[in-house]
């Protein structure tokens, strides 16, 4: 049974799946169905948490709209995820950074991480 359920998450996965890390500036590009139109929106913000393996992987972003957090998680390896783009890397000692939900402003960045 094992072996079976295996072999339909590995015909699931990406075959180049982008290298991010909690913290990390990203632009995720979805696709959003309305009706009968499908169309692809960005949403840029930064990594506060990856949980998962596999096929199963999921990330959280988050940006604030307006003065308003805004979360997203995603499955990595979803169709609906057309592609993940790093835009600047972040210096992160957590692999939550769960703190971000009660900063506003410049308190909530991350510091920049140099290769």
């Given at each position: 049974?094992?072996?079976?359920?295996?072999?339909?998450?590995?015909?699931?996965?990406?075959?180049?799946?982008?290298?991010?890390?909690?913290?990390?500036?990203?632009?995720?590009?979805?696709?959003?169905?309305?009706g009968n139109n499908?169309?692809?929106?960005?949403?840029?913000?930064?990594?506060?948490?990856?949980?998962?393996?596999?096929?199963r992987m999921t990330?959280?972003?988050?940006?604030l709209s307006n003065?308003?957090?805004?979360?997203?998680?995603?499955?990595?390896?979803?169709?609906?995820?057309?592609?993940?783009?790093?835009?600047?890397?972040?210096?992160?000692?957590?692999?939550?950074?769960?703190?971000?939900?009660?900063?506003?402003?410049?308190?909530?960045?991350?510091?920049?991480?140099?290769?």
């Amino acid at each position: 049974m094992n072996d079976i359920i295996k072999s339909i998450e590995d015909a699931q996965l990406k075959a180049e799946v982008p290298a991010f890390r909690v913290g990390d500036t990203v632009a995720v590009s979805a696709k959003i169905k309305e009706g009968n139109n499908e169309r692809i929106q960005v949403f840029e913000g930064t990594v506060i948490k990856i949980q998962g393996t596999g096929v199963r992987m999921t990330f959280t972003v988050r940006k604030l709209s307006n003065g308003v957090g805004v979360e997203k998680t995603w499955p990595l390896h979803s169709p609906n995820v057309e592609s993940v783009k790093v835009k600047r890397l972040g210096k992160a000692r957590r692999a939550k950074l769960f703190y971000l939900r009660d900063r506003v402003g410049k308190a909530a960045k991350v510091k920049e991480r140099t290769k």
